[in-house]
């Protein structure tokens, strides 16, 4: 999946465009917020409560790569991506504007929200393809099961997110490089059909070393990725 400098930068600019067109002031954004929540505090949210989870899974050794051992790891992950579900699901039909203001008023831009995004796919992805990379032969399809209904559950509310957040999907593909690789290293290309990306141009090399992406900042994630599309 190779996006010429040329392309990401009229993806870029027509993706601002598209947002470029409803602006409204961040006062009038504040009010219009309601009661329920905004994208930004849902995704920081679930990113903060799995991140010492996903650390755990980076530090799973072949000794102790087991479903047994993975399982309430797994299991609790899972809990709070369903809680990130419901939330986004109760979001469906508000105002963009309110989906996308800050509990500060700041009205995210789309960009904002795939650093956020592109933070969350890379913490779990990264954590899941540490695992695979230490899994015994004799543990390799049990865990490997275990972890893709981590990935399925994560396709659900990448797709409720992009349902919301149009232009997202546009902005956010050209920096799941990796996250792709780990999708098809763990065979869950079928969820994540609606990026309908073409895997026989994903490399399905599993990442070694895990743990450095987990001191990283969203920010950091999206400019690497970014500059990796650019000098590409
Ligand atoms: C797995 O083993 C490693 C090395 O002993 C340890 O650091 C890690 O905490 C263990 N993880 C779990 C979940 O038991």
Do not use: H
Request: hydrophobic share 55%; proline share 2%; aromatic share 6%.
């Amino acid at each position: 999946m190779r996006f010429s400098t040329l392309s990401l930068l009229a993806t870029v600019a027509s993706a601002a465009f598209s947002f470029a067109a409803p602006v409204t002031p961040a006062s009038n954004a504040l009010e219009a917020r309601c009661l329920c929540q905004d994208i930004d505090s849902i995704i920081v949210d679930v990113t903060t409560t799995i991140r010492p989870l996903l650390l755990e899974l980076t530090y799973i050794t072949t000794e102790n790569c087991t479903v047994e051992i993975l399982t309430p790891i797994v299991t609790e992950i899972k809990t709070t991506i369903t809680t990130a579900i419901t939330e986004v699901k109760a979001l469906s039909g508000t105002a963009l504007v309110t989906v996308l203001t800050t509990v500060d008023g700041v009205v995210l831009t789309v960009f904002e929200v795939a650093a956020l995004v592109c933070e969350l796919l890379t913490l779990i992805f990264y954590a899941l393809g540490a695992v695979l990379s230490v899994v015994s032969a004799a543990n390799r399809v049990a865990v490997t099961a275990l972890l893709v209904e981590v990935a399925e559950i994560v396709a659900t509310l990448l797709q409720l997110i992009l349902n919301l957040v149009g232009g997202l999907l546009i902005v956010l593909l050209p920096l799941l490089g990796e996250v792709l690789s780990i999708i098809l290293s763990l065979g869950a290309t079928s969820c994540f059909g609606f990026l309908s990306v073409s895997w026989s141009t994903v490399s399905s090399t599993v990442v070694e070393s895990a743990t450095t992406v987990f001191s990283t900042s969203a920010t950091t994630i999206f400019s690497t990725a970014v500059a990796t599309i650019t000098s590409a």
